[in-house]
C-alpha cells in the first residue's frame, strides 16, 4: 500500500517507518534461519512430508491430507478444507528446517482437531478481515487523496479488525510451535543437540513475522488515527 508522506506528519516515520524495518528485519530472519537449516539432514532422514504424516498419525487424526504446494514457504493448514500444504521445499526434504516447519502445520491441524480457542476464533473473523484487506485501498484512496473524512474513519475501522486478527493469531501460532517443539523431540524425529537447536532456530524466527504483522497492524491504525485528528 503506498502512503502519502505528508499526511500524519512525524508520526509517518514512527508509526510506519519502524513496523516496516522490523519487519524486514524478521523476513531476514527467517530467510537466514530456513537458508541455514535447510541444508542440515535430520538423522531421522525422513522428509517434511512423511514428518506431518506420523504426526498425524500419531495423533489419530486420519482426515487431513498432507499436498505439496509449489509456493516457496507458502506452507499453512487450511481448516476448512483440511489440507495440510507444504511447499515442495519442505514437501520433499529430510532437513531440519523442513521437520520444524511440517511440525509447525501439523500442529494447527492438532489444534483444529482439539477446538483449540484461539484457532477457532480466528476461523471465525477471516471473512470480515478479508473483506477489510480488500476495502481498504480503496477507502484509504478516497480518503485521504480525496479528503474524505468518513472514509478515513472507515480505513480506521479495517485496521482496528486487522489489527484484532493479528492479535488472535500470536497465540495461534505460538502454541503450534510449542507443540512442534514438543512433538519432534518425543517421537524421535529430531535428536537433542543440533537439531533441536536448529528447530527452535527456525520456528522462533518464524514467530517474529507474526510480531512484525501486528506491529504493523498497529502502526497503520495508530497512523490513520493521527492523520484524521489532524485534520
Not at 20 to 44: D, E, N, T, Y
Not at 219 to 230: I, M, P, Q, T, Y
Amino acid at each position: 500500500m503506498f502512503y502519502p508522506i505528508g499526511y500524519g506528519g512525524s508520526h509517518f516515520l514512527l508509526y510506519l517507518g519502524v513496523p516496516l524495518i522490523v519487519g524486514i528485519w524478521a523476513q531476514f530472519r527467517v530467510s537466514r534461519a530456513f537458508g541455514r537449516w535447510s541444508k542440515v539432514r535430520a538423522s531421522s532422514n525422513i522428509t517434511g512430508a512423511e514428518c506431518a504424516r506420523e504426526i498425524l498419525q500419531a495423533a489419530q487424526i486420519h482426515d487431513v491430507d498432507v499436498v505439496e504446494t509449489n509456493d516457496f514457504l507458502g506452507d499453512h493448514y487450511d481448516p476448512r478444507t483440511k489440507r495440510l500444504c507444504l511447499s515442495s521445499s519442505v514437501f520433499n526434504t529430510p532437513s531440519v528446517a523442513a521437520l520444524g516447519i511440517a511440525a509447525h502445520e501439523t500442529g494447527h491441524a492438532i489444534q483444529h482437531a482439539k477446538s483449540y480457542a484461539p484457532l477457532k476464533a480466528r476461523m471465525a473473523v477471516v471473512p470480515v478481515t478479508m473483506a477489510a484487506s480488500q476495502l481498504l485501498p480503496f477507502i484509504l484512496i478516497g480518503g485521504l487523496w480525496f479528503h474524505l473524512t468518513g472514509l478515513i474513519t472507515l480505513g480506521i475501522y479495517c485496521y482496528a479488525i486487522l489489527l484484532v486478527f493479528q492479535l488472535i493469531t500470536l497465540p495461534v501460532e505460538f502454541d503450534a510451535s510449542r507443540r512442534a517443539k514438543i512433538i519432534l523431540q518425543q517421537m524421535g524425529i529430531v535428536q537433542p543437540g543440533a537439531e533441536v537447536a536448529g528447530v527452535n532456530n527456525v520456528l522462533n524466527a518464524a514467530a517474529l513475522t507474526y510480531v512484525a504483522a501486528f506491529i504493523a497492524a498497529l502502526g497503520n491504525l495508530l497512523w490513520l488515527l493521527s492523520v484524521r485528528d489532524r485534520r
